[in-house]
């Protein structure tokens, strides 16, 4: 699903027209994006948490030629599925 996808989703769901819907899309996502670059943390009971946390340094190896490279650390973001969004996940038909 794409965001304009969603937008619209969304707006039939609601009385809000679809603009209103990016706009409120758009901030939330902002919101989220800063928070987690700021090293919060944001949990939605059910949905899940998104958290940024650190990946240590580690070896790869470069697949063409087969020469060991460093990979330095970072931090990246992370989510984890809530109890009620993974049942949903495994109740779908498939």
Same mark, same amino acid.
């Given at each position: ?6 937008? @619209?989703?969304? *707006?039939? @769901?609601?009385?809000?027209? +679809? ?6 899309? +758009?901030?939330? &996502? %902002?919101?989220?994006?800063? @928070?987690? *670059?700021?090293? /919060?943390?944001?949990? #939605?009971?059910? #949905? %899940?948490? #998104?958290? *940024?946390? /650190? =990946? +240590?340094? =580690?070896?790869? $190896?470069?697949? +063409?030629? %087969?020469? /060991? &490279?460093?990979?330095? @650390?970072?931090?990246?973001?992370? #989510?984890? *599925?809530?109890?009620?969004? $993974?049942?949903?996940? =495994? $109740? $779908?038909? =498939?």
């Amino acid at each position: 699903m794409t965001k304009d996808e969603l937008v @619209a989703k969304v *707006a039939g @769901a609601t009385t809000m027209p +679809k603009t209103q819907v990016n706009k409120m899309l +758009k901030a939330t &996502l %902002g919101e989220i994006s800063k @928070a987690l *670059a700021t090293g /919060e943390k944001i949990s #939605f009971v059910g #949905f %899940g948490t #998104f958290d *940024a946390v /650190e =990946r +240590k340094a =580690r070896v790869g $190896r470069n697949p +063409k030629t %087969g020469e /060991e &490279l460093k990979i330095p @650390a970072t931090i990246v973001p992370k #989510f984890k *599925a809530g109890k009620n969004l $993974r049942e949903m996940v =495994r $109740r $779908r038909k =498939r």
